[in-house]
């Protein structure tokens, strides 16, 4: 009876042994898969700042564009303004050289 019992406690000893290395291998596993959860929360995040960041470079940029389109249109508007002074002198000397 003793050596069935111890027999018995042997085997229930390697059962629990073995239970307890599945544990700390599924806590292991836990771990990484935590660590893994985390970093991919840190790839993302960094992913979204750099987005944040390319979005305001891109609106910073149409900012410029739409200032330098306005820029232009001064530019034609002072031009034409220009043009049609020297028009203006131009008929004016005429008519004062008729005079």
């Known amino acids: 009876g ?3 019992q111890l027999a018995l406690l042997v085997g229930i000893a390697h059962e629990i042994n073995t239970k307890v290395n599945s544990t700390d291998e599924l806590l292991e596993a836990a771990v990484l898969a935590n660590d893994v959860t985390n ?3 840190a790839l993302v995040q ?3 700042e750099q987005l944040a960041l390319l979005v305001g470079i ?3 940029i149409n900012s410029k564009v ?3 389109d306005e820029l232009l249109e001064a530019a034609v508007l002072t ?3 220009t043009n049609s002074t020297k028009a203006l002198v131009q008929g004016s000397i005429e008519q004062l050289a008729l005079l």
């Open 46 to 48: 960094g992913s979204i």
């Open 58 to 60: 891109a609106h910073e």
């Open 66 to 68: 739409n200032s330098t």
């Open 2 to 4: 003793s050596i069935e």
């Open 39 to 41: 970093s991919t929360k």
């Open 79 to 81: 031009n034409n303004v």
